[in-house]
T-cell receptor
Framework: AQTVTQSQPEMSVQEAETVTLSCTYD???????LFWYKQPPSRQMILVIR??????QNATENRFSVNFQKAAKSFSLKISDSQLGDAAMYFC????????????????FGSGTQLTVLP | NAGVTQTPKFQVLKTGQSMTLQCAQD?????MYWYRQDPGMGLRLIYY???????DKGEVPNGYNVSRLNKREFSLRLESAAPSQTSVYFC?????????????FGSGTRLTVV
């Protein structure tokens, strides 16, 4: 079974600064997807960025980018030019590419990092 | 498109009461999931349904039952609620064959058992 670990329960950043959220995972699979989800106070889960394991190039989405280190099983999220609206809980998640009978390729989540953005 | 709709959004139950959380999706997704979210523990899978007509246990199934009523609907039932089931519950759906797509989530149900 896969596990996902987020070792930073809380982080804070000054508005307009850069912050990096850490995530490590454990798997024996060679191909998989990794995701970062954002959960603002509204509780809605919002997909921020995704990375496929076989792609060496790090994914970027506007101010959000990842540092994917496959050998180290590390998948950190960098938020540049932080904005007040970035304040939220952030979850790292893993999803297998393999599909077997009865499997629904469920997402495995980390415990989350609460990000505070200071004005 | 409504996406994934969960009802109710909030609920307070007394210990021992039963209730059903409803979930429906309009995206023609094959797979549906129920998670619970607790502080410091992230989201943990309760039950899932890979396709219509199948259901399987996840990480924390004790005290819950599910029904995949049809392709659109996947309900979660608490037969005898306990304070340990106080949590936020999320329903989600995804394409069975598209790991790339992650999930589409409902807006969650905050359940308090007193």
């Amino acid at each position: 079974a896969q596990t996902v670990t987020q070792s930073q329960p809380e982080m804070s950043v000054q508005e307009a600064e850069t912050v990096t959220l850490s995530c490590t995972y454990d798997t024996s699979e060679s191909d998989y997807y990794l995701f970062w989800y954002k959960q603002p106070p509204s509780r809605q889960m919002i997909l921020v960025i995704r990375q496929e394991a076989y792609k060496q190039q790090n994914a970027t989405e506007n101010r959000f980018s990842v540092n994917f280190q496959k050998a180290a099983k590390s998948f950190s999220l960098k938020i540049s030019d932080s904005q007040l609206g970035d304040a939220a809980m952030y979850f790292c998640a893993y999803r297998s590419v393999l599909f077997s009978s009865g499997s629904a390729r469920q997402l495995t989540f980390g415990s989350g990092t609460q990000l505070t953005v200071l004005p | 498109n409504a996406g994934v709709t969960q009802t109710p959004k909030f609920q307070v139950l007394k210990t021992g009461q039963s209730m059903t959380l409803q979930c429906a999706q309009d995206m023609n997704h094959n797979s549906m999931y129920w998670y619970r979210q607790d502080p410091g523990m992230g989201l943990r899978l309760i039950y899932y349904s890979a396709s219509e007509g199948t259901t399987d246990k996840g990480e924390v199934p004790n005290g819950y039952n599910v029904s995949r009523l049809n392709k659109r609907e996947f309900s979660l039932r608490l037969e005898s609620a306990a304070p340990s089931q106080t949590s936020v519950y999320f329903c989600a759906s995804s394409e069975q064959t598209g790991a790339y797509y992650g999930y589409t989530f409902g807006s969650g149900t905050r359940l308090t058992v007193v």
